[in-house]
């Protein structure tokens, strides 16, 4: 069950990672998706800020700077510089900016909702002493007809440039490297900088093995003056989750050192968080496993380990997948999906889904029902309607029962609750009942006898429940005297039982044989009558049919 809840949850994971939402994909670097037919994608204004951002970026991936350019504002005597500027700028945006060009407006007079008529923001950089340096694009108008002509970067944003180009990528490293590896390679990563990742890999996993050796001895010596071994085992199972939880936090600061671009250090931050909550989702389980072994070996040492076998596992499994489905939804929170709408859409279709999974919602109730009223545990012999068998397993559809054919047969847990289950392996002594039938010729006295004999042979047996034993003449039927033999034996063994059942027969035929009677079988007597009057002679027979002469 667990293997089957891990699989699940890893494959939940990897849904969510191939349906990356906008917001993640913008970190990657990765195309956004087309809209679809029917999302009717808004209107986009040449004369844009949205339209101008996206033209200087696709002049920039072309390398024409010249064209870049042409969307910078700036005095005439930096016109010089404006290819070089424009080149500084498009890095810029990369390293310190995921742009999403859907969050720029599209209309032709920009975002008027944040107060600034005459520009919008396209992001903010953040400077080595924590000043937000804002980039900003203005609308150029007309001088004749004052209309909106296009949309360029602003001169503030421009004269920022130089400075923000200065403070990239640990300009205190860049001086010392060779030009060889102060290029740009895949995703606006500089060439050293992947070598740094590289490096980084080890060094994270060395830290995390030593800082987990380091702890895990300190807690080890404070856990060894405890009574409990508890906490030892708690240690041992936590040694994976907290290497990974040591891991993910050490690779904060050296990616700080290592200073990427805001796409790939925003996916690395993601990264990092989901290493984290991974790492506290482990160790939930590894924690609820051990405490599943705990509580059923205490129930073993109380003597109550039947009932631990249905009770524990059932509110293991329920645990593991509450909690599968919390990582799921904390998984998907990490990609950008809005989780309180896709709640909110759940109380939506809470009915849909409900009529859809009645039985599957029956048959849980079902367990929990069974489970609650403690019918039966594993490996009880039952008998639920027409079936009889041994219990193998109480999951949380359906349960399963071993027949004596040797077959499983699978019920689900909601219709198994409203059958009438007669369960045997709550009963504390098995009951011997059986009708002796004796012939007419057996006397009054040799009844008396007979059952004083059968009594004391009940009561002479170790395992009789002295209370109850009865031993009567109970009837007369059509060819022999009837007596009713009731007794219980202290053994919940049923094979045992069959021995003890097999040996008290025995006894009893002997005892019947030694006081001159015999064991009547089915017979009728017929009476022939002769037409002179003699006295009628009767003949006995097994099945004679009556008839008259």
């Known amino acids: 069950m667990r293997v089957r809840i891990l699989i699940s949850a890893v494959m939940g994971f990897l849904a969510a990672a191939l349906s990356v939402p906008r917001q993640a994909r913008a970190q990657l670097g990765l195309p956004s998706r087309a809209p679809s037919a029917d999302s009717a994608p808004a209107i986009v204004s040449p004369a844009s800020p949205q339209a101008a951002l996206e033209s200087f970026l696709r002049r920039a991936e072309a ?16 016109r010089d510089r404006a290819a070089s500027l424009a080149r500084r700028l498009k890095t810029i945006l990369d390293q310190r900016l995921a742009i999403d060009l859907r969050a720029v407006s599209g209309a032709v007079a920009g975002d008027t909702t944040d107060g600034d008529l005459g520009g919008d923001r396209i ?48 300009p205190w490293l860049r001086e010392r490297l060779p030009r060889t590896l102060t290029g740009v390679g895949p995703f606006n990563v500089y060439y050293w900088q992947w070598i740094g990742l590289a490096l980084a890999i080890p060094v994270v996993l060395v830290l995390a093995w030593g800082l987990g050796a380091a702890l895990r001895n300190l807690l080890g010596r404070i856990a060894r003056h405890t009574v409990t071994d508890w906490d030892d085992l708690l240690l041992e199972q936590l040694r994976g989750p907290f290497r990974l939880w040591a891991a993910s936090i050490a690779i904060g600061p050296l990616l700080s050192l ?39 070996n205490a129930a073993w040492a109380t003597g109550q380990g039947t009932q631990a076998r249905t009770l524990v ?52 109730f079902g367990s929990v029902s069974l489970a609650a009223d403690n019918a039966f545990r594993v490996g009880d012999w039952v008998r639920a309607g027409a ?36 369960t045997f392996g709550e009963r504390d002594r098995i009951l011997l009942r059986t009708d002796i039938d004796l012939t007419y010729n057996t006397t009054p006295e040799q009844l008396d006898r007979i059952c004083d004999a059968l009594e004391a042979a009940l009561r002479a047996h170790p395992m009789v429940f002295t209370d109850v034993v009865r031993v009567h003449v109970v009837g007369f039927t059509d060819s022999a005297i009837r007596i009713n033999v009731v007794s219980w034996f202290l053994t919940t063994d049923w094979h045992e039982f069959l021995r003890i059942r097999h040996d008290m027969l025995i006894t009893f ?12 079988f089915p017979s009728r007597t017929v ?23």
């Open 63 to 78: 390398r024409d700077w010249e064209g870049a350019a042409e969307y910078l504002s700036m005095p005439a005597g930096q």
């Open 123 to 170: 992001g903010v950089i953040t400077s080595a002493d924590g000043h937000e340096d804002p980039v900003r694009m203005v609308r150029l108008s007309a001088p004749s007809s004052g209309g909106p002509v296009r949309w360029v970067f602003s001169q503030a944003t421009v004269g920022s440039i130089d400075d923000w180009f200065d403070n990239l990528g640990a």
């Open 258 to 296: 290592l200073d990427l671009n805001a796409r790939v250090d925003g996916f690395f931050t993601s990264l990092t968080r989901g290493l984290v909550l991974l790492s506290i989702f482990w160790g939930l389980l590894r924690i609820i496993r051990l405490a599943q072994d705990r509580v059923a």
């Open 313 to 364: 596992p059932l509110l293991g499994n329920f645990l593991r997948v509450t909690l599968a489905i919390i990582a799921l939804l904390v998984a998907l929170a990490q990609f950008g999906y809005p989780v309180g709408t896709l709640l909110a859409g759940l109380g939506i279709g809470g009915i849909a889904v409900a009529l859809a999974a009645q039985k599957t919602v029956e048959h849980l």
């Open 387 to 422: 079936l009889e068998g041994a219990v193998e397993r109480i999951g949380l559809r359906s349960t399963s029962i071993r027949t004596v054919d040797r077959t499983v047969v699978r019920i689900p847990n909601g219709r198994l609750a409203d059958e009438r289950i007669e």
């Open 509 to 520: 035929m002997r005892i019947i044989g030694d006081h001159g009677s015999s064991f009547a």
């Open 527 to 549: 009476y022939h009558v002769q037409r002179d009057g003699a006295t009628p002679v009767p003949t006995i027979g097994a099945s004679a049919p009556a008839t008259d002469a």
